[in-house]
């Protein structure tokens, strides 16, 4: 499946995920304004703030799928990432808000519709469920912001189910403010870790899954290869990744020769999801093109 299809796919399944939320989000506030339970009032308000973080994401992903061009020459991938920042910090400001909330009634319990909460969890569970199994092949950060938001959604539906089953048999209604704050606690952890991973990309540090210093040592390992510097990595949307990497050949290595190195040199790059990938190839102790300490031949 080509990279281009694989996009058309995560943008139609933001889409429909996105309608399969708000109509949810809308019979959620309903729900949980007539339940008066604030542990529906704060998924709810989570659920909405879902609701604008794919729409958002619906449009910048679509935005993202632009080609290059003179201004954006590696295209326009670090709009999906873009779309994260901006999802994680509405959900920071939500729960916010549902704390605020929320804490007040661990002093004053206020008593819940158990019977109420008890239907909107089933349904909540069934709609989110829905909305994550279109999400589910997605590969971007962007997507995978928007699916740990859904599944968190649907852990909290599951919690929420099993607090309205033992408020229809106690008056322990504090179980309410303190599934909120659970709920809230758990969801603020999880934005924080995809905010500072978003964050991560835009300061265009190396991918997680790359060791830059193992890959130039398999680089060495290639015949005639005498040494590998001023190698650096980057990636444009947390998926396709950016090489750039002087190597140094023997002074003798014939152009076929260096044909064939470079060949080699891309395969292990895009083995490691390196879309663009620049090799400058030095001979022997040719002077490096670049006044910098660290271009140094070995």
Known sequence: MSHGHDQQQEQHAIGIAFFLNLFFSILEITGGLLTNSIAIISDALHDFGDSLALGLSFILQKYSNRAGNAKYSYGYRRYSILAAVINSIILLTGSGFIMRAAIPRLLDPVKPHAEGMFLLAIVGIAFNGAAVLQLR??????????????????????????????????????????????????????VMTNLIQSLRVFLQTVPDNIDTAALEAKFQRIPKVRSVHHTHVWTLDGVNHVLTTHVVVDQGTSLSEVIAIKSQLKHIAYEMHCEHVTLEIEYGDEDCSMNHENCEHD
Do not use: M
């Not at 309205?164 to 309410?176: A, E, Q, R």
């Open 137 to 190: 092949r997605g590969k971007t950060l962007n997507i995978r912001v928007v699916s740990l938001h859904l599944i968190e959604d649907i852990l909290g539906w599951v919690a929420t189910l099993i607090v309205s089953l033992i408020l229809l048999f106690t008056d322990w209604y504090i179980l309410d403010p303190i599934l909120s704050i659970a709920i809230t606690v758990y969801i603020i952890y999880h």
